[in-house]
Nanobody
């Protein structure tokens, strides 16, 4: 069973919006007491941190997405969201979520499948 499940990606044109979801299995941890991060990885590039939301709902963003992306939480659903507006082709990547510190299952860092975001005209 998956511990981190990202969804909501798709193919959109520049300037359009998407909302990504990250569902955390209740058996793993509660997002209420954890810092949650969003990462993205484009082909041939390093994984980069794009957004963070803390257990006190304080948010920070990479300069490349500041003013366009917003992350939020639904504690009852144990889910974090990434609202992405004014999307640009350079936002094309696979998007992942994870806790900070990174989730470990049986001693290994655990990532979800990610969700593909493609911005193209």
């Amino acid at each position: 069973q998956a511990h981190l499940v990202e969804s909501g990606g798709g193919l959109v044109q520049p300037g359009e919006s998407l909302r990504l979801s990250c569902a955390v299995s209740n058996e793993i941890f509660s997002i209420r007491t954890n810092v949650m991060d969003w990462y993205r990885q484009a082909p041939g590039k390093q994984r980069e941190l794009v957004a963070r939301i803390t257990n006190t709902d304080y948010t920070t963003y990479a300069d490349s997405v500041k003013g366009r992306f917003t992350t939020s939480r639904d504690i009852a659903k144990n889910t974090v969201y990434l609202q992405m507006n004014s999307l640009k082709p350079e936002d094309t990547a696979v998007y992942y979520c994870n806790s900070n510190p990174l989730l470990r299952v049986n001693g290994r860092v655990s990532w979800g499948q990610g969700t593909q975001v493609t911005v193209s005209s």
